[in-house]
């Protein structure tokens, strides 16, 4: 019994120390966040509601290369874009209709205005920003903002945004060692009214847009499910249905999502995983309720994260 009580007090010793050393960090982290990147971050979101353009992008992953037509144009009150592949088989995305109003759960945490204070600095607090003068991109004079996390749960980011106007120019993806692991960088820009889709496309789709208040369709199933562990600061981008077989998460500026199948026979012990740049596809199979299920976790998170998610997979009890 006094080894027990022993081993309580000491929790608990431990449990405020380490509480205390959390908030101190927290404290630390809200006082030294460079409130002008911050401000950069916030007019980089507004402007995919306030900027219409036209222009040629490149997406480098690894020593694979995709040249994009990408289009935006803004009228009543809504949004209209358009992404064509030009490279390899010709391909387009079309999302028309947008609410110019309607606010997505990552756009509101890089809108962080003026809540970087002891109690609530939002990023800040998992990662370090720093502005720069940039070079020039596509014809435009760039502002860069390099973001590095606090943890090992996310990848570090630079961003080269357009002085004028905050639309982001080229964003490298950083691995350990600050390695580029993805690239998207404009090639040519205008401003204005976009060009017309373009014709005769192999492979059209048109781009869903799901209200975050109603959870998506699809497969549902028979044991309810949470993920009971995520990286501090990533938060569901919609809500939660218990028996839904997906859920997706943002910090703001990365993203993943969680994927469960239930199988009828078990797999083998092991785990699967494929990297595309920054992307990463994890797979694992586990028992949920003496179910055999398949876990797969997608999105541009280190595969330590990944593993860490899967890992906390719970029944709703």
């Known amino acids: 019994m006094k080894c027990l009580s022993w081993l309580l007090a000491s929790s608990l010793v431990c449990g405020l120390a380490l509480g205390a050393s959390s908030a101190a960090a927290q404290r630390a982290a809200c006082s030294e966040a460079d409130a002008e990147a911050l401000d950069w971050l916030a007019r980089m979101a507004r402007s995919h509601s306030e900027v219409a353009y036209h222009g040629v992008v490149t997406l480098q992953r690894g020593d694979d290369m995709q040249v994009v037509q990408v289009a935006r144009s803004l009228a009543d009150g809504y949004s209209s874009e358009h992404l064509t592949r030009l490279t390899g088989q010709g391909a387009q995305v079309i999302r028309s209709h947008h609410p110019i109003n309607?606010?997505?759960?990552?756009?509101?945490?890089?809108?962080?205005?003026?809540?970087?204070?002891?109690?609530?600095?939002?990023?800040?607090?998992?990662?370090?920003?720093?502005?720069?003068?940039?070079?020039?991109?596509?014809?435009?004079?760039?502002?860069?903002?390099?973001?590095?996390?606090?943890?090992?749960?996310?990848?570090?980011?630079?961003?080269?945004?357009?002085?004028?106007?905050?639309?982001?120019?080229?964003?490298?993806?950083?691995?350990?060692?600050?390695?580029?692991?993805?690239?998207?960088?404009?090639?040519?820009?205008?401003?204005?009214?976009?060009?017309?889709?373009?014709?005769?496309?192999?492979?059209?789709?048109?781009?869903a847009h799901p209200h975050p208040d109603y959870p998506a369709a699809g497969a549902r199933l028979t044991v309810p499910w949470t993920v009971s562990w995520l990286p501090g600061g990533f938060t569901a981008t919609d809500n939660v249905d218990p028996a839904g077989s997906r859920r997706t998460y943002t910090d703001g500026l990365a993203v993943f999502s969680v994927f469960l199948e239930q199988l009828p026979r078990e797999l083998r012990p092991g785990e699967g995983l494929a990297r595309l740049g920054s992307s990463l596809s994890y797979t694992r199979g586990m028992h949920l309720a003496e179910q055999p299920v398949l876990v797969t976790v997608i999105g541009e998170v280190p595969v330590n994260t990944a593993r860490m998610v899967a890992d906390s997979i719970r029944v709703v009890r």
């Open 102 to 207: 309607c606010t997505h759960p990552g756009e509101r945490l890089l809108n962080l205005g003026d809540r970087v204070d002891p109690g609530d600095c939002g990023l800040a607090g998992y990662y370090r920003f720093q502005l720069s003068p940039g070079e020039r991109i596509a014809g435009r004079q760039s502002v860069k903002l390099e973001i590095q996390p606090r943890d090992m749960y996310r990848y570090g980011f630079l961003l080269e945004l357009d002085r004028e106007t905050a639309l982001m120019l080229r964003a490298s993806t950083l691995g350990r060692g600050d390695k580029v692991l993805e690239r998207f960088q404009f090639a040519d820009l205008s401003y204005g009214e976009p060009l017309e889709p373009r014709q005769g496309m192999e492979t059209v789709h048109p781009a």
